[in-house]
């Protein structure tokens, strides 16, 4: 099989194993979301459904960030595989157990939007991948974002991540200043 074919193939499987993560996490949500078991025996039960679901999730997200890896190892530089991979790890941030898991994940995402953008500045699908990081980080540590919301320039984040949160921030007062002012209605960051 070709060069071609090796990353189409690996490609192919990191976005299977994505979709299949994804589809996890979201039955986990479900799970966790609906009404609470009412007897002693359902709690182990629904306890151990979740674990299960947290395990097979974050495990299909870390292999299709494996194939994502092997994509760029094959190609050299691919945008959809490094916002593809960045993808993964922010959902495995939000099934991490812990909060320094879940800030070291969204930073390694955040670090991958932020390399793509270095080459593509004009891709949204990136920014919007990347405001999602930021906003994730921040919810790992609350007691730094004020600081990095009112003053990005003081803050430790990376320069490309405090250009972003500028960048960001412009794009929001547009979007409001065109609401306010009935102008067009702005169009969908989902990709």
Do not use: H
């Amino acid at each position: 099989m070709g060069t071609e074919g090796a990353r189409a193939t690996l490609g192919n499987l990191g976005n299977g194993l994505l979709a299949q993560g994804e589809l996890k996490k979201l039955y986990l949500e479900v799970l966790q979301s609906g009404p609470g078991p009412s007897a002693p025996e359902e709690i182990e039960v629904q306890r151990a459904a979740e674990v299960a679901l947290q395990v097979e999730a974050s495990s299909m997200l870390t292999k299709s960030g494996e194939m994502f890896k092997r994509v760029l190892e094959v190609e050299g530089w691919s945008s959809r595989a490094l916002v593809n991979w960045g993808r993964a790890m922010c959902m495995r941030a939000e099934l991490a157990d812990s909060s320094d898991l879940a800030a070291q994940l969204f930073g390694s995402a955040l670090d991958k939007f932020e390399a793509v953008l270095e080459e593509e500045p004009d891709m949204t699908t990136a920014k919007y991948r990347a405001a999602l990081a930021m906003v994730g980080l921040a919810r790992c540590r609350p007691d730094r974002t004020r600081e990095v919301i009112i003053n990005p320039e003081a803050s430790s984040l990376a320069p490309g991540a405090r250009d972003l949160l500028v960048q960001c921030d412009v794009m929001l007062q547009d979007v409001q200043m065109s609401l306010s002012t009935g102008g067009p209605r702005p169009v969908s960051l989902y990709s």
